[in-house]
């Protein structure tokens, strides 16, 4: 049963800590996208790659934030100093490129920071 | 530019009786995908069911199927014979070439299936 794998599923942090975030996306997807939810905001994308190359990172925090796929089968999105308000569900999802294809979301990581 | 909207924040429902929850959506893409998400309590995303602009059928999977009303630009789900596991969250998202063929969701509407 092929399922996206994030790693890790819970983690809580200290203000000013690395953390990072990994995800397994389903063998045979080339679209792998990292979303963010919070009660306040809702569900928001983050960033995406295609074939591993990034497409779109707008919603993404530049200046903490940063998101790679070192290779087809890992995408990493990392906080580096993270904060109180990064505490959230985040999610990683992967589907084919087209948008008539299904994208499946794994399980979530849910991020602390104290 | 993509745009989702869920009107119902929150809905109730008796076991056993159908629902419908609405969604609406704003596109220029004459191509798109409609996608139903369901969100339980333990957080994961699950996905229900899809409808392709140029699907001449509804789609329907099990106890759900999506009133696709393209003219109105409307993709409501309906779950028929709701269960106390039907309780959850529900996401409306659509998937386009004009959006960059990302996901956009709207910002759900939460279901309670009451005895």
């Known amino acids: 049963d092929a399922r996206v794998t994030q790693t890790p599923r819970h983690k809580v942090t200290e203000m000013g800590q690395e953390v990072t975030m990994r995800c397994q996306p389903i063998l045979g997807h080339n679209t792998v996208f990292w979303y963010r939810q919070t009660m306040m905001q809702g569900l928001e994308l983050l960033a995406y790659f295609r074939n591993r190359a990034p497409l779109d990172d707008s919603g993404m925090p530049k200046d903490r934030f940063s998101a790679e796929m070192p290779d087809a089968t890992l995408a990493t999105l990392k906080i580096q100093p993270s904060e109180p308000r990064d505490s959230a569900v985040y999610f990683c999802?992967?589907?084919?490129?087209?948008?008539?294809?299904?994208?499946?979301f794994g399980e979530g990581s849910w991020l602390t920071v104290v | 530019a993509q745009k989702i909207t869920q009107t119902q924040p929150g809905m109730f429902v008796q076991e056993k009786e159908a629902v419908t929850l609405d969604c609406t959506y704003d596109?220029?893409?004459?191509?798109?995908?409609l996608f139903w998400y369901k969100q339980p309590s333990s957080g994961e995303m699950i996905f229900l069911i899809y409808q392709g602009s140029y699907d001449q059928q509804n789609a329907t999977e099990g106890r759900y199927s999506l009133n696709f009303q393209k003219a109105r630009k409307s993709a409501n789900l309906v779950i028929s014979a709701s269960q106390l596991g039907d309780s959850a969250m529900y996401f409306c998202?659509?998937?386009?070439?004009?959006?960059?063929?990302?996901?956009?969701f709207g910002t759900g509407t939460q279901l309670k299936v009451e005895l």
């Open positions: 999802a992967s589907g084919a490129w087209t948008y008539g294809n299904t994208i499946y």
């Open positions: 998202a659509m998937r386009g070439r004009g959006g960059g063929n990302k996901l956009t």
């Open positions: 596109t220029s893409d004459p191509s798109y995908g």
